[in-house]
């Protein structure tokens, strides 16, 4: 089962490359992580998709409080959550296939954010499921380029995993 | 102007006001602005090592001794990576301690300029937590924050990396009254229901057994243990590294599991119904297999650091806290009650092994290890207050197995990481925390020679160290495996070595060699006259072997006695 993690970090230098080594040395597998700032500054969110039957997820969470920099980990997984993950693909589009192409967007409300001769770029902000739905549907149209953004995630409600209390408690 | 320190006095004063005493170094390049304010604070002694990894092991005797944070300097690169392997030691055995390494200027970071190395990035799997610090303002909150963290809640090492322009630069420091660690609360205090959980199983077990580690001895909770086995009659066993946090000549004192432990030790953990965990974290060489471990046993697991609670082993009731005031608090409300029929049955397993446990002696007259560890042990516990720092391999298991421990903090080896070359320059690190005690480095002829060069650091600091090196000639425990598992094919394991006498003779060091086993009382007795350091060298029988041993892989009730194999 796939899990998610929601860790919260003092935005100090080098705090992500303590996270990565971590799940590296101890042989935990990573599906996807990504990182960026908070409503409060100098303290960063990450968000980490662990795959629970390959690595175990109470482990992780304990390894990564051992690191100093690390505020808050919560396992999100059972929680009702937003997900988002951004997609960028490159797909192969002659002026015969655009159509076909645009109406498939429509659908999915992805964007065109880019048309050339013979290729556009779309682009899709979703829940992973809706994402990975839609790459399995563009695929056909011939993929040049594809990227991914990791998985981001919020819990849905007032509970809030904000950054603020860790540095007023500081 | 005249409030301004440059970065290195500003380093010196910090570690003044960390309450340090001595360093361990060795100087260069880009760590020469520390080495220049350095006789400016002459409250700050500095032991010049011959190599920088000594330095970092004197540091680890010098913490394990005294209950202080040690602290080692070396500079950029070589410097500090020859600080690598004693860091790591100190991780895996949980010993404070802070590196200090000087760093290239900022300006020249990521340029490969000379002798640079990316040392926070070397140490970052090996340290608690290190930092990098380019900014002379910084000087004074990370050296309180590395402290800090070095000696709080689950000891360990910390690398502070100092920029050679930060600590020539100059600034009024602004000294903290407290550290700002958001991140970083340790747990000190055990949860009150998992308490009277533990408190439960305790009562109800019929065959329960405590297993003390090097967490009993970090939270000084040698009495609580004490009071606990008293109260309950429940049987101690100690792990290497918890050696000496319950007296050995204690009824209640069972001695060492494992791989080398007493057979004995390793039955009654396989036959227990419950198993009490302090301050131990289930290492290999203690479990063995661990998916036979401890079959029939709830799991009672109290440590001050939650992520070894589940890493190994189940656990039924996880006891996050110090062992002190864990046990303090299960002390308030725990009933006494005892378990006669169960230690009774451990005693006659014990009875039944222990005579060949201790060894069969060959019918030669040569002179085998054991002679010496049994002598040894007397008359270190006659003699009064002494350490004893041993390296690793046989003669390790050997101090561990044949020596009566009775007090704490006596005993000081490279356990985790089993780092060859621990025993003498800890035992500097030790003589400096402890003047007046006896403090022996009792190494093998192979572990000796990986920091012997510190024989200098002996003569030059006037310590007076009592060094004994069992000689056999080979890397012996190596030469075990191969005798038992890889075909007695000894593939490198023969040591030439050099007289270790004219050696000593050599460093301005007096040197005794021993043959036969009649001279060992007398030896040991010299060194005690002797007035400064001495050197023992016992040439003992070349092919002996530790035992018991449990294979690698195998469960610990699967134990290997004397040969010719025999499993018990």
Redesign the interface.
Known sequence: MKHTLVALMQDRPGVLNRVVSLFRRRGFNIESLSVGHTETPGVSRMTIVVDGSQTNVEQVIKQLYRLIEVLKVSDVTHDPTVARELVMVKVHAPASRRAEINSLATVFEARIVDVAHDSMILELCANPDKVENFIDLVRPFGIREMLRTGRVAMVRGAHAHAGDPYVKVA | MSDTRTGAQIMCEALIREGVEVLFGYPGGAIMPFYHALPEYPQLRHVLVRHEQAAGHMAEGYARASGKVGVCVATSGPGATNLVTAIADAMMDSVPIVAITGQVAAQFIGKDAFQETDV??IT??IT??NY?VTDVADLAYVFKEAFH?ARTGRPGPVLIDVAKNAQQARTVPQWPDRV?????KPTYEGNRRQIREAIRLIGAAQKPLILAGRGVLEAGAMAELRELAERTGIPVITTLHGIGCFPENHPLALGMPGMHGWVHNNRAIQECDLLINIGSRFDDRVTGKTSTFAPHAKIIHIDI???E???NIRVDVPIVGDAQNVLRAMLEELPPRECRAWVEHIYRIREQHMPRQQYTRPDTDMFMPHDFFTVFSRIINERGPYRVCTDVGQHQMWAAQLIEWRHPYTHITSGGLGTMGFALPAAIGVQIACPDETVWAVAGDGGFQMNIQELATIRQERLPVKIAIINNGYLGMVRQWQELFHERRYSATPLWNPDFVKVAEAYGIPGICVTHQSQVEDAINAAYATDGPILLEFQVEREVNVYPMVAPGASIHEMITESPMEVV
């Open positions: 926070t990035g970052q799997p608690k937590h990098l963290i700002n660690l958001p991140g970083y650091d939650p992520s609670i589940g890493k």
